[in-house]
Nanobody, 115 residues
Framework: QVQLVESGGGLVQPGGSLRLSCAAS????????MAWYRQAPGESRKFVAI???????NYGDSVKGRFTISRDNAKNTAYLQMNSLKPEDTAVYYC?????????WGQGTQVTVSS
């Protein structure tokens, strides 16, 4: 089992920035991927970004050029730097851990972009 603890959500004005963190603990194998998804009210959960332990990165089309995913393998922690935030980025953001032995979801952190 892998446990995930997310932090960093909050209320921000349009054009502002936030940084989310996701710390993994438990049965964390060296080869894994950590991803962010988001879910707005009344919508399905959607892919935001992913980073593997080898450093491969991919983004959803709606966040390319504005969001940056990174990770610290020594801390088993992934980060999502969100810049130029828009009202349509408002959602609950979930961290996802994927390995050969486990797949886990965090509890989610609310991001609200509003003036």
């Amino acid at each position: 089992q892998v446990q995930l603890v997310e932090s960093g959500g909050g209320l921000v004005q349009p054009g502002g920035s936030l940084r989310l963190s996701c710390a993994a603990s438990g049965s964390v194998t060296s080869e894994n991927a950590m991803a962010w998804y988001r879910q707005a009210p009344g919508e399905s959960r959607k892919f935001v970004a992913i980073v593997t332990s080898e450093g491969m990165i991919n983004y959803g089309d709606s966040v390319k050029g504005r969001f940056t995913i990174s990770r610290d393998n020594a801390k088993n922690t992934a980060y999502l730097q969100m810049n130029s935030l828009k009202p349509e980025d408002t959602a609950v953001y979930y961290c996802n851990f994927i390995s050969a032995l486990a797949r886990s979801w965090g509890q989610g952190t609310q991001v609200t972009v509003s003036s």
